[in-house]
């Protein structure tokens, strides 16, 4: 059991950039991963990026890399998710997750999600 609080979403001009915030407390030390999922209207949730909470290993979905960088803060319990040059694709509701492994299945903790616009 983890409680996520993100935050840092807003709305901006395509091309701009946000960094979204990922508080994590509660039970942080069963968690290996933590991750990033979208949620645009008339779309299924979307895996965005993760790492492994230990190693720092890093996934992305092949349409923000180079765009968006997704670390963490050991000592704080928060992960980040700088995007940048984002486009109105990128609109939608952004969830921190955490998981007890990389499967996608295995992500069970959410967090009330933030809303990111980007306007064109």
């Known amino acids: 059991q983890v409680q996520l609080v993100e935050s840092g979403g807003g709305l901006v001009q395509a091309g701009g950039s946000l960094r979204l915030s990922c508080r994590a407390s509660?039970?942080?030390?069963?968690?290996?991963?933590m991750g990033w999922f979208r949620q645009a209207p008339g779309n299924e949730r979307q895996f965005v990026s993760a790492?492994?909470?230990?190693?720092?290993?890093?996934y992305y979905l092949d349409s923000v890399k180079g765009r968006f960088t997704i670390s963490r803060d050991i000592a704080k319990n928060t992960m980040y998710l700088q995007m940048n040059n984002l486009k109105p694709e990128d609109t939608a509701v952004y969830y921190c997750?955490?998981?007890?492994?990389?499967?996608?299945?295995?992500?069970?903790?959410w967090g009330q999600g933030t809303q990111v616009t980007v306007s064109s």
């Open positions: 790492i492994t909470w230990i190693g720092g290993s890093v």
């Open positions: 509660g039970r942080t030390f069963s968690s290996y991963a």
């Open positions: 997750a955490a998981g007890t492994t990389m499967l996608w299945s295995d992500f069970g903790s």
